[in-house]
């Protein structure tokens, strides 16, 4: 079966790796998948033209409900969707955007959620058709490269210090984007870091909102102690994150975050923002640590530096969560079936 895959390709996304995952797994069963970037058409009537060119795709899929889906609304095909995230906790709030996206999970054959709080989101503001929405948590693999060196990626990243292996660093892993909050901590850890000069953060990720992008440069400049590095490739960034002191995520909203499941895979402390999403995979005091505040978060990680025991408690038990419930084997068999459905 020839299948078209729509997803939002920013290199060095999370969506990115799930699509790009998600497409093996399509391959693997025997199928032809072509992944293209949402943002490559204008309307649904690009991509009918695209559906019917020889040879003719006979099924289709999407990640997102409004940025995806909604381009599939006038093909006479097959469709399944995935939801992202912020179409069911943001998108769903702009009315039009939510009839839009009511019309495309009608339509569609099945939809997937990666948590059973997604799925109830969706249930309440989208048209309630339960049998259709399945949960399937994020498969998780890490990977880190074996060429990497932590000095360098600090000193890159504007860190200047004689003592690299006492420093504790955060790392803060998103994209540029208004959603992902990135300087939510700065101006409280930057106090921070001022009482303890090891202290420091480091952001990294992909420059998505050129505006929020700027933002963060003037800021980080002129802020003692905030760092932005220049965003990696997946091996890099795994390497980086099992180097240093705890993963942090600062989003205002999320569906599920592959950066804190990566990092409890890796071994690394999680903190983390206390939404919905968030909660959803990190329970306080025995995945990781939540936090509500930016002086909250100061008061959790001074915990996590001196509570040498919670800190065991917390990379064990999240690693042994990601084993669990987020292992790569069960997630292939889930999209092999439902990709079967589209037949």
Not at 128 to 133: A, F, V
Not at 254 to 268: C, K, N, P, T
Not at 281 to 303: A, D, I, K, M, W
């Amino acid at each position: 079966m020839k299948l078209l895959f729509l997803a939002c390709l920013t290199p060095k996304t999370g969506n990115h790796t799930t699509a790009e995952r998600i497409r093996s797994y399509i391959e693997s069963a025997g199928h032809t998948c072509e992944l293209r970037d949402a943002g490559e058409f204008q309307s649904p009537a690009d991509v009918v033209n695209l559906v019917s060119e020889l040879p003719k795709f006979e099924a289709a899929l999407a990640i997102h409900l409004f940025k995806a889906g909604r381009l599939l609304m006038d093909i006479e095909i097959p469709f399944g969707v995935i939801f992202g995230g912020t179409d069911i906790n943001e998108d769903v709030k702009v009315e039009q955007k939510r009839v839009v996206m009511e019309q495309v999970l009608l339509k569609a054959r099945f939809a997937v959620a990666f948590t059973d709080k997604l799925k109830e989101e969706a249930e309440l503001f989208l048209v309630s058709q339960s049998s259709k929405i399945y949960v399937q948590p994020q498969g998780i693999q890490t990977d880190v490269t074996e060429k990497f060196c932590w000095t360098e990626f600090l000193r890159s990243s504007g860190v200047r210090t004689e003592h690299v292996d006492e420093l504790r660093v955060f790392l803060l892993v998103c994209g540029l984007r208004r959603v992902k909050d990135p300087l939510y901590l700065v101006e409280v850890f930057s106090k921070w870091h001022c009482e303890n000069l090891l202290n420091v953060l480091v952001i990294i990720g992909p420059k998505i909102d050129p505006v929020l992008t700027a933002e963060v440069e003037t800021v980080v400049k002129r802020t003692a102690g905030v760092f932005l590095a220049q965003e990696r490739c997946q091996q890099e960034l795994h390497a980086a994150m099992k180097r240093c002191f705890a993963v942090v995520n600062s989003s205002v909203s999320e569906g599920m975050s592959a950066a804190i499941l990566e990092a409890m895979d890796l071994g690394v402390p999680v903190l983390a923002r206390n939404i919905p999403g968030n909660a959803a995979v990190v329970q306080h005091e025995v995945t990781g640590l939540l936090y509500s505040s930016p002086q909250e978060f100061v008061h959790q990680s001074q915990r996590l530096l001196s509570d040498h025991e919670l800190r065991e408690r917390v990379v064990g038990n999240g690693k042994l969560y990601v084993e669990e419930h987020h292992g790569v084997k069960q997630e292939r068999e889930t999209y092999q079936r439902l990709v079967d459905t589209l037949h």
